[in-house]
């Protein structure tokens, strides 16, 4: 099984804006496929028993105006979350009583500890990022904008390495003097 960066989707409240208005959009992606199923109990503590205990996802995300010609608009996004195995004797984080590893998973220097295996697969691999540009970028008008997000890590005892690039579908904005 490989992997795969899917349901790509950017989100605006309104449909139209004002000129030299700012504007947040969100841009929401997962990665689904092998990570995410061997992202485990299991697999953490056979990492960790083989020293292989930090694991870094690198993102970024650039939104662009469209058309023919693509051109980047508002501020590119380029951030990492990193997991950290760590062993614990806390019998409320490892729901299997044998095993005593657990994550902590790390997004712009704030770490978190999940409750358990699918809230740690959530936090590690599904994406809800805001992006900012300004309307004054674009101009008066009707304009199509998108977003290319891209993904990467290099390989772990569980993880093969990984690096791929993709494209939402564009959305219309209006803006309007």
Known sequence: MTNTIS???LEKPPDKFKENE???VNAKFSVTGALRQAFNE???ERAYNKHDNVFKLRYGIKLYSGGLRKR???????TYKKV?????RNPKLTQM??????????KNFESSIPKNQDEAQEMLLDFDEKLYFNTSELGVGKHKIGVEVYVSW????????FDQKMHSKEIEIEITK
Do not use: C, M, R
């Open 7 to 9: 349901e790509i989707s």
């Open 22 to 24: 700012n504007v947040a």
């Open 42 to 44: 299991k697999n953490w």
């Open 72 to 78: 980047e608009i508002g501020k590119p996004l380029d």
């Open 84 to 88: 950290a195995l760590f062993w614990t």
């Open 97 to 106: 009583a044998e095993k005593k590893v657990w994550v902590q998973i790390s």
């Open 154 to 161: 290099l390989k772990h005892d569980y993880a093969e390495p």
